[in-house]
């Protein structure tokens, strides 16, 4: 389930940059480190919107569904970033095995020969966990990172070719960083000038 290269990486006010399902679920929590974050599974219909967008249509969602969502949500981060710092995040662990418990969403193999998912909100959840699973269990052969950036917090699976990238988005927060670094050094030739 990770992302296509031609899907655009922001869809429906959710950023999809991680370039697996698992990742993007983290940054329904928009300026994760900023002082005040803000949530964007506020209700049901913000969680069929992001399960749309991630191209896992729910057959209708529940508030307890958008609570499974965030508790999913931070416990995919915690793990994340368990593998990133080696901090363990053991109740994260049990939430995110307890939910990848559940009833998965069922695959149906379509006429024109395209693989579809079919369940409620709580059945994508469950799969998303699984996924998760499947991804944080990989071992090293898949890096996970956190973006460099100064006030992102977004992951992202390294799949560069020297396994050096450093921000979620090169057109985002890549060129933010390299512009910034550009004035920097700009500045500095300035006044060594003068």
Not at 41 to 49: Q, S
């Amino acid at each position: 389930m990770s992302q296509s290269t031609n899907i655009p990486t922001d869809r429906d006010g959710f950023r999809f940059r991680g370039g697996h399902v698992a990742l993007d679920l983290t940054a329904t929590l928009a300026a994760r480190a900023k002082p005040q974050p803000r949530e964007l599974l506020k209700e049901p219909a913000d969680l069929l919107r992001w399960l749309d967008s991630a191209g896992l249509p729910a057959r209708g969602a529940t508030e307890a569904d958008v609570q499974e969502a965030r508790q999913l949500r931070e416990a995919i981060y915690a793990l994340a970033l368990e593998r990133i710092t080696g901090i363990e995040a053991a109740t994260a662990r049990g939430m995110l095995n307890r939910i990848a418990a559940g009833a998965p969403a069922l695959p149906q193999l379509e006429p024109d020969g395209s693989l579809v998912l079919n369940g409620s909100a709580a059945a994508m959840l469950s799969t998303v966990a699984r996924e998760a699973i499947i991804l944080l269990g990989a071992g090293p052969t898949i890096q996970i990172r956190q973006c460099e950036a100064d006030g992102c917090s977004l992951l992202f699976v390294d799949s560069s070719r020297r396994g050096d990238r450093r921000w979620c988005s090169m057109a985002g927060c890549g060129n933010r960083a390299k512009l910034a670094e550009f004035r920097r050094r700009q500045r500095e030739n300035q006044e060594r000038a003068q």
